[in-house]
């Protein structure tokens, strides 16, 4: 079908001035802001990001404050969000920023910034300045795939590339921001990954998918790995109000300064008592069966520490000790 550009611009800017969600981060034109949501939004949901996202902002409202912070109190203002180089990465971009004269305004400029990628820069160049670049994340290569149809696997470069040509030739110039706003809503809310709710779709007479009855085929993406399994079993071991933990260090993989519950295999000499619970937590590809027991020591290795359990809050506790002790405390 012809490609009738206008009236694709027209369709998505009215619906999206009529449906768009009222989230903390359309009520600013701040960059920063929009970098910090932008940031936290990748890989998290929208319902979980938000208070995050107004804590955060409240403990760091500028560059400033986010270049001093101490890297303890940042973890815990991030812990629970997951995929914690994005944190780090944030700091040091405010670091970065703050010796310029002001934040940087353009694509190839925010694209130095650590952590920020082809996305994230495009996302706040246009949102945040106006800047004539359209972003292409997981929701938008969707409904661009269903509405050119596209057979293509979308993780394949050349596959990109078309969809890259599209989204650029769709992107209402004028207004970029509002543009890339829009068609990221419309893959949140309407083009979902199953069922897409086509009837209530400002595009769908310009949808190839919907035209042709594929939307519900399509996108066509590479095979998901599947998930590894492990077990863990954590101890929760108190003494007078106080829980032992132990904290990785600054050079470990994974959770860099992060506090966790200690594995069994940690503290050979515990004595366990009561039933363990268990919970199952995900990590990217691996899903761990944790099993949890109370148990006391006589004595532990040097490197834990006894922590106060009402100071736990202002630690950054990883997500599985986090569970891990919720669980007891149920
Ligand atoms: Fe997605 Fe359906 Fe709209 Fe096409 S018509 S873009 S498949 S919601």
Request: with cysteine; hydrophobic share 40%.
């Amino acid at each position: 079908m012809p490609l009738d550009v206008s009236a694709i611009r027209r369709g998505l800017r009215k619906w999206y001035s009529q449906h768009k969600r009222d989230l903390p981060w359309r009520r600013t034109a701040d960059p920063y802001r929009i970098w910090i949501s932008e940031i936290m939004l990748q890989q998290t949901r929208v319902a979980a990001v938000i208070p995050y996202f107004e804590r955060f902002l409240t403990l760091f409202p500028d560059p400033a404050a986010l270049a001093s912070a101490p890297e303890q109190e940042l973890l815990a203002a991030w812990a629970g969000l997951g995929y914690y180089s994005r944190a780090r990465n944030l700091q040091k971009a405010a670091r970065a920023i703050v010796k310029l004269p002001r934040f940087p305004s353009d694509y190839s400029a925010l694209l130095e910034l650590p952590g920020v990628g082809d996305y994230t820069a495009a996302a706040v160049a246009s949102i945040a300045f106006g800047r004539p670049h359209a972003v292409l994340d997981g929701n938008v290569l969707r409904v661009l795939s269903r509405m050119l149809a596209e057979r293509g696997d979308i993780k394949s470069p050349l596959v990109r590339g078309r969809l890259r040509t599209f989204a650029d030739t769709l992107l209402d110039k004028k207004r970029p921001g509002e543009f890339n706003q829009s068609i990221m809503e419309l893959g949140a809310t309407v083009c979902l990954p199953k069922q897409p709710l086509c009837g209530n779709c400002p595009v769908r007479l310009h949808c190839d998918a919907r035209q042709q009855g594929l939307e519900n085929q399509l996108p066509v993406s590479g095979a998901r790995p599947i998930p590894h399994r492990q077990e863990k079993h954590l101890l929760a071991i108190e003494k007078q109000g106080k829980i032992l933990l132990w904290q990785r260090p600054p050079d470990s993989r994974r959770l860099a300064g992060f506090w966790e519950l200690p594995e069994r295999e940690q503290v050979p000499g515990a004595n366990i008592y009561g039933e363990p619970g268990e919970f199952r937590h995900t990590i990217v590809n691996t899903t761990y069966l944790v099993q949890v027991s109370r148990a006391s020591v006589a004595s532990h290795p040097s490197r834990f520490t006894w922590l106060a359990k009402s100071s736990l809050a202002t630690f950054p506790l990883s997500t599985i000790s986090k569970k891990a002790l919720a669980r007891l405390l149920e």
